[in-house]
């Protein structure tokens, strides 16, 4: 063998050792919370959850309870077009399954964790490799109002992720216009709230974990008795 040509394999042996490295990357540990009133799925209760399927964005999956490293949490099973498709994996909670008449009305925002993976090598590196990692993550969210009105959230983004499932993206959405009534009553049957994850750069599968309901001080509001299985 050659000088040239040994140096011509190691090049290459390097490149392929690095490509493979990258797509092992350990994902991230799932955020912990210790909240009493947080909503973590722990007792494998989504009840007051479902896909929103039918809007012509809307990409289609089902929701299901796994455990990711231990940890219980919400996931958003795609069909497995989402990224092909260009569309959009949302997921509508009712609060008002969750919470009491009186705490729904204090409600001035809402935290939680959520989480992406991928199923598939389409994220495009720098160099042009392909791997299996979901890569950015954002969307937005709303929710409705007395009125029948809706109210769109702020948008959220966390970093971009190189593992095949990326770590805890924890994202607050606001009623930031509450002191003008644009909140939830109490009154409505329902009390619901909307997350979307748009933008897909790989075909891959949502999370959600560890939802907060929060008080104008940034308290979390307690669950109803019923809804204790929740979390």
Same mark, same amino acid.
Request: charged share 25%.
């Given at each position: 063998?050659? @000088?040239?040509?040994?140096?011509?394999?190691?090049?290459?042996?390097?490149?392929?050792?690095?490509?493979?490295?990258?797509?092992?990357?350990? $994902?991230?540990?799932? !955020? =912990?919370?210790?909240? $009493?009133? !947080?909503?973590?799925?722990?007792?494998?209760?989504?009840?007051?959850?479902? $896909?929103?399927?039918?809007?012509?964005?809307?990409?289609?999956?089902?929701?299901?309870?796994?455990?990711?490293?231990?940890?219980?949490?919400? @996931?958003?099973?795609?069909?497995?077009?989402?990224?092909?498709?260009?569309?959009?994996?949302?997921?509508?909670?009712?609060?008002?399954?969750?919470?009491?008449?009186?705490?729904?009305?204090?409600?001035?925002?809402?935290?939680?964790?959520? &989480? !992406?993976?991928?199923?598939?090598?389409?994220? @495009?590196?720098?160099?042009?490799?392909?791997?299996?990692?979901?890569?950015?993550?954002?969307?937005?969210?709303?929710?409705?109002?007395?009125?029948?009105?809706? &109210?769109?959230?702020?948008?959220?983004?966390?970093?971009? &992720?190189?593992?095949?499932?990326?770590?805890?993206?924890?994202?607050?959405?606001?009623?930031?216009?509450?002191?003008?009534?644009?909140?939830?009553?109490?009154?409505?049957? =329902?009390?619901?709230?909307?997350?979307?994850?748009?933008?897909?750069?790989?075909?891959?599968?949502? &999370?959600?974990?560890?939802?907060?309901?929060?008080?104008?001080?940034?308290?979390?509001? $307690?669950?109803?008795?019923?809804?204790?299985? !929740?979390?």
């Amino acid at each position: 063998m050659t @000088k040239k040509t040994f140096v011509l394999l190691t090049v290459i042996m390097t490149a392929a050792f690095s490509a493979c490295t990258e797509k092992q990357i350990p $994902p991230p540990a799932p !955020a =912990e919370c210790d909240d $009493p009133n !947080a909503v973590t799925f722990d007792n494998d209760d989504f009840s007051f959850a479902v $896909p929103l399927l039918d809007d012509k964005d809307s990409a289609q999956g089902e929701l299901s309870v796994v455990e990711v490293q231990g940890n219980k949490m919400l @996931k958003f099973t795609d069909s497995g077009t989402n990224f092909a498709d260009d569309t959009v994996q949302k997921i509508l909670f009712d609060g008002a399954k969750l919470l009491s008449a009186e705490n729904l009305a204090k409600v001035r925002s809402i935290e939680m964790d959520v &989480y !992406a993976d991928a199923t598939a090598e389409e994220l @495009k590196n720098e160099d042009g490799s392909m791997v299996k990692a979901p890569g950015w993550i954002g969307g937005g969210g709303g929710a409705n109002l007395p009125g029948d009105k809706w &109210y769109k959230f702020g948008e959220w983004e966390g970093g971009e &992720y190189n593992s095949v499932m990326s770590g805890a993206v924890h994202i607050e959405l606001k009623f930031l216009l509450a002191d003008s009534g644009k909140c939830w009553d109490g009154k409505m049957d =329902e009390s619901v709230f909307q997350i979307m994850r748009w933008g897909a750069q790989n075909e891959g599968n949502f &999370y959600v974990d560890n939802i907060l309901f929060l008080d104008s001080d940034g308290d979390s509001l $307690p669950l109803m008795k019923s809804a204790d299985n !929740a979390g």
